[in-house]
């Protein structure tokens, strides 16, 4: 056995997961929502357990030293020197997509964003009063999912005033080239709008020769008309624990974002801090060992669509989700049709893109395996 067990199946039943309850009781392998099947890292188990043995879990404030080793991380991988100030901790993500939108523009402004996407992206503009304006992705002849900057200038108008990126983009796993990205920011520049750049899946590049850049560090202008997410939850498996961070380094923009969460947003929990600093500072090998395991079970998926008739695959960059596209298959609905074979899926038509489906593969191999065979013996019973 490796350092890490990542191979050893958890019984997650009856532990009020959101991936486990949606299945109860029914023979179907929970591939969906994008948490994964492992344990926690060794370091953050720890810390956790020792934060637990004190015993008080009083008010908290996110503590200094977390502070400290965020802004470390932001130098020392993206060369990025970021103001403490600038830090805005949040209990999700998504709370700050919510966030960005209310307190960008006016009630009625356009919110843009490519399409197919993480689905919170879809709804929250409708949430905040404004108005979503999706933008497809094209693909291309490799099957890629690109960013069509003529579709992107067709559709801004003036009250468009705020673009919300996902990159490393889910679902596609596609992680976005300096190249795209100074497009994207030429494009907000041109038409003055702020970015806010869902970067949460930024440490789980499977491609090596890739890397992640952050949209705020393209330049200092760039900067001052973003606001940044980041969270330790998906690349460490704590998304329970409720932790996140936006880095708004523009003055005015970080105080309409934090009076839009006074008396609404809840402080993060405390526990979250405490995994959020050992994920970040102590589990590199941990973290080595998860991208190894899933570039594994990544081939496994890309292998076994290649040689299955009916499913289709664009290599997956980054990420733990492999988005399918199963337009070729003669049935009403697919993600039902691979419940029935028992495997849960994400259903495309919830990220804007009918005909696709999201497969997690952030699970034992053992596991993605008997979920994969499910999948190709269902596919040979139909007349393809
Ligand atoms: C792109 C993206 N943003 C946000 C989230 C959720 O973040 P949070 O749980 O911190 O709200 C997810 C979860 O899958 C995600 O994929």
Known sequence: MDAFDFDTPINRERTASLKWERYRGRDII?????????????????????????????????????VEVVLEMLKVKYAWEVEPTSLVWLPGVVSGLNLACRS?????????????????FLAVPGLSGRKLSPVRLARDERQYWQIDMDRLTHAVIRQTSLFLLCNPHNPTGRIFSRRDLTDIAMFCEQNDMVICSDEI????????????????????????????????????????LSCSLAIIENHDLRSRFKQCMKGFSPDVNLLGYVAAKAAYRDCSQWHTA??????????????????????????????????LDVRGLPVESSALFFEDAGVGL???????EPGYLRLNFGCPRSTLARALDRMATALESMPL
Not at 229 to 237: D, E, G, I, Q, V
Request: with cysteine; glycine share 6%; aromatic share 8%.
């Open 201 to 240: 899946h930024c440490d789980l590049l499977l491609d090596q020769d890739k890397a992640h850049i952050p949209i705020a560090t393209l330049s200092p202008e760039i900067a001052r008309r973003t606001i940044t997410l980041m969270a330790p939850s998906k690349t460490y498996n704590i998304p329970g």
């Open 104 to 120: 960008v523009g006016d009630i009625g402004d356009d919110v843009m964003t490519l399409t197919p996407v993480y689905p919170p």
């Open 290 to 323: 998860l991208i190894d395991y899933l570039v594994g079970n990544r081939a496994l998926v890309e292998d076994m669509v290649r040689t299955t008739s009916g499913l289709e695959v664009n290599h997956v960059e980054a990420t733990y989700l492999a988005w």
């Open 346 to 352: 994400s259903d495309g038509k919830d990220f804007g």
């Open 30 to 66: 929970p591939l969906w929502v994008a948490d994964m099947d492992f344990k926690a890292p060794p370091p953050v188990i720890n810390a956790l357990q020792k934060r637990l043995d004190h015993g008080v879990f009083g008010y908290t404030v996110p503590p200094d030293s977390l």
